[in-house]
């Protein structure tokens, strides 16, 4: 089967980033992983007890899995967008419920893109704005 073309010539990273949110909400991975470079560099924040860096699409979606499993329903929500050129920055609130806890749990996440030839080739995880912006070098 051919991947699902992602963005056009002209289409921004906070764009083409945007798609690869709304394909994994959307519950359509295989549109997900065609925006994202087969050697992507996936990077957990440092503070957490696994934090690791992941590569390739399985590496993503073990990280995805791995981070959403403590929880009966996760889920996330874009509260900000920026462009930065080959980078784009999005900060998450992410929700969910333990399992066999029962705690709501939220918190916000900040997730720093790099995108080069039309797909994402790095991730790059952090808990506050401002560490995520001076990793792009803006902060």
């Known amino acids: 089967m051919a991947r699902p073309e992602?963005?056009?010539?002209?289409?921004s990273s906070a764009s083409l980033v945007q798609r690869l949110y709304?394909?994994?909400i959307a519950g359509d991975a295989e549109?997900?992983?065609?925006?994202?470079?087969?050697?992507i560099e996936w990077i957990e924040p440092t503070d957490t007890p696994d934090g690791q860096?992941?590569?390739g699409a399985e590496g993503v979606l073990a990280s995805m899995a791995e981070w959403t499993q403590p929880f009966e329903d996760y889920s996330f929500?874009?509260?900000?967008r920026l462009d930065l050129g080959e980078q784009a920055l999005f900060g998450l609130v992410q929700r969910g419920r333990g399992r066999g806890s029962g705690a709501q749990v939220e918190s916000w996440v900040w997730h720093l893109w790099t995108v080069k030839d039309r797909r994402a080739t790095r991730?790059?995880?952090?808990?506050?704005?401002e560490a995520a912006l001076a990793a792009a070098g803006t902060g």
């Open 53 to 55: 860096l992941w590569r």
């Open 77 to 80: 929500e874009i509260l900000e």
């Open 22 to 24: 709304d394909a994994w």
């Open 123 to 129: 991730l790059e995880m952090f808990r506050d704005k």
């Open 6 to 11: 992602m963005v056009s010539d002209d289409e």
């Open 31 to 39: 549109t997900a992983l065609a925006g994202i470079d087969p050697d």
